[in-house]
């Protein structure tokens, strides 16, 4: 496994595709049609439906990495979300944690590794890189 690019990988799925998930599967549903002066179009496809579908895709797929995270060791877990889901300052992620910047460094790509090692086994989202 190529540790450096996976942990590159994991580092950019969870700061870009992370939130467009969190996004997507947090948008509101559709609570009631209105039939006043209704659209015409010639398209087959339904849009309410292929953005239910959507949305319940990122729900499930959200699900899945929220428990890839959770199945992480108690300090990975609070690495991997404060320096890179919540995107703190590295004094902030040392003073929460209580370890020095190396050590939190060591933490962050043992982190990313066993996340990316985990969502892979559980998932399509297949992050590693061999």
Do not use: H
């Amino acid at each position: 496994m190529d540790e450096q690019a996976t942990v590159r990988r994991v580092k950019k799925f969870l700061k870009n595709d992370y939130w467009q998930l969190k996004l997507l599967a947090d948008a509101p549903t559709l609570q009631s049609v209105s039939y006043d002066r209704p659209k015409v179009t010639a398209s087959r496809t339904n849009y309410i439906e292929e953005l239910a579908t959507k949305r319940i895709d990122a729900q499930n797929k959200l699900a899945l990495v929220n428990y890839a995270i959770s199945c992480l060791g108690e300090v990975e877990r609070t690495v991997l979300d404060a320096k890179i889901i919540k995107k703190l300052a590295n004094w902030q992620v040392e003073e929460l944690t209580g370890y020095g910047s190396s050590k939190v460094y060591q933490l962050q790509k043992s982190a990313c590794l066993n996340f990316a090692k985990t969502l892979a086994m559980i998932s399509d989202i297949d992050l590693v890189i061999k």
